[in-house]
Nanobody, 112 residues
Framework: QVQLVESGGGLVQPGGSLRLSCVAS????????MSWYRQAPGKERELVAL????????NYADSVKGRFTISRDNVKNTVDLQMNSLQPEDTAVYYC?????WGQGTQVTVSS
């Protein structure tokens, strides 16, 4: 079955950290560019981070540069997003993506 399954979301205080994980199945993961997107209430979905197939290059939204790190494991078919120094404006549903395939999303809430 072709799918992406995210996990790791939750409630965290400002300044805290979370690590999101996405497990892929049903396609050749090691050849896929992988991305994390997020969508906050009332806002459009936006690209947060991207990693190339071999992990050699990454790109980040300006709003998360220096705080978030995307990584992948082509043996385990996983792509992770380490999020540090979280702020309330990072509150959103976070989605794993490749091409037209989306996960179900995982909620991240940053609040005191």
């Amino acid at each position: 079955q072709v799918q992406l399954v995210e996990s790791g979301g939750g409630l965290v205080q400002p300044g805290g950290s979370l690590r999101l994980s996405c497990v892929a199945s049903g396609f050749t993961f090691s050849r896929a560019v992988m991305s994390w997107y997020r969508q906050a209430p009332g806002k459009e979905r936006e690209l947060v981070a991207l990693i190339t197939a071999n992990g050699g290059r990454t790109n980040y939204a300006d709003s998360v540069k220096g705080r978030f790190t995307i990584s992948r494991d082509n043996v385990k078919n996983t792509v992770d997003l380490q999020m540090n120094s979280l702020q309330p404006e990072d509150t959103a549903v976070y989605y794993c993506n490749t091409l037209s395939l989306w996960g179900q999303g995982t909620q991240v809430t940053v609040s005191s």
